[in-house]
């Protein structure tokens, strides 16, 4: 298997250390901010909004609710890529990225602030809907502009290392969410919880706003953009030019297939930060506390595995790397849930620490992939578009996907299939890129 990309490589650029070091460490703040934002309507979500906001019926309708209003989040980033995709490869990438980081802190602290049910009735869940769809729309628009940020000002040979530390910002996301909220547990009792505890992550989001304020003012444009820029402004004289409309026109396949290949990762995390800790608490009756703890630390060890899966694409290729943790998820599908079926905490790290090792050796060259099959004038655009469809096909239906399996089979070997079949295609799409890079 040939394992150069398909598209032409990002050009290398020489830049002091300093400059590389600080654009590279404000993508990774980015990108674990809007993560941390992200995540805690998730956790939310299992524990606690199910209850606040849609409170009719059984417990097991209003996780559905709740999951429900998770997955619309994930509805809405092909929005927010499509458009900040388009401007950000027309304006920018980081008028782009500050643009997300503003939305996203001025949604998620909405969130914080939101009367519930017993408050203000129906319009409650309404507006929880619509925040959250304006979580999605920030988050779609983030990671494109983040992640060209990192790897469009990377060091040749460093591509891939370079777009992992946007990567780092899912786990260490994760981390902070899970932090927050096990403080504000034990800070609290049940009831000072359910009643006010669970704000407390939703209102940290707000510092959000001083990131972006960073950004807009210290971090500078791409290099790879300005080159970009100038031949848009040249070919502009003699006709229109929109980035979205070339990719839907010629570069469509290869946006489904990048989907197609990342959408069992986006499936899997979700299934483990978020349906397991619904799964664990209501059905197996294992701790809130604990099952936390372990999804935290399970987190921490992507904080080394991603860089390292990165690393190695550079020297091995990306695919190589991409595949291997591809196949993987579908060899540990089942072993995973049997592990948690158990009820037992060891069985459940061990199970959930395997599958993260291999959600990190895809997800650490994720970044440098996608950006290497577009070129600069379409890159923001193609990229985004391939990661939220993603998105929506794999993370955000998960969770919701996983309770209905259970409710309908009665077996979390349901949940497992579900997951093969999403390595399958993911195995399927990486094949045809692979064959694609040989062709070029």
Known sequence: ?????????????????????????????????????????????????????????????????????????????????????????KRGRKPMLVLALTLMGLATTGIGLLPTYDTIGVAAPILLVALRVLQGIAVG???????????????????????????????????????????????????????????????????????AWYIHTRVEETPAFRQAEQELAEKARTERSSPLRTILRHHLGTVLLAGGSFAVNTATFYILITGVLDYTTRELDMKRSAVLTVSLCVSLTQLILIPAAAALSD????????????????????????????????????????????????YGPQAALFAELFTPEMRYTGASLGYQIAAVLGGGLAPFLMVLLLEATGTSMAVSGYIIVLSVIALASIKVLADRSRSH
């Open 141 to 211: 628009a983030q990671w494109g502009g983040a992640m060209l940020l990192a790897t469009e000002y990377a060091p040749e040979g460093k591509r891939g290392v370079y777009g992992s530390v946007v990567q780092l910002g899912v786990p260490i996301g994760v981390v902070s969410a899970n932090t927050v909220f096990l403080l504000a547990g034990a800070f609290t009792t049940d009831t000072e919880f359910a009643a006010w505890g669970w704000r407390v992550p939703f209102l940290i989001g707000l510092f959000v706003l001083g990131l």
């Open 315 to 362: 020297r091995l290729g990306r695919i190589r790397i991409y595949a291997i943790g591809a196949a993987g998820i579908a060899l540990w599908a089942v072993p995973l849930f049997l592990l948690i079926d158990t009820g037992s905490l060891l069985w459940l790290a061990v199970g959930t620490f395997v599958a993260s090792c291999f959600l990190s050796i895809m």
């Open 1 to 89: 298997m040939d394992m150069a990309p398909s598209a032409p490589s990002l050009p290398g650029t020489v830049l002091p250390t300093v400059n590389r070091r600080r654009v590279a460490t404000a993508a990774a703040l980015a990108s674990a901010v809007e993560w941390y934002d992200y995540f805690v309507f998730g956790i939310a979500a299992a524990l606690v909004l199910g209850d606040l906001y849609f409170p009719a019926g059984s417990s097991t309708a209003g996780v559905l609710a709740s999951f429900a209003t998770f997955a619309v989040g994930f509805l809405a980033r092909p929005l927010g890529g499509i458009v900040a995709g388009h401007l950000g490869d």
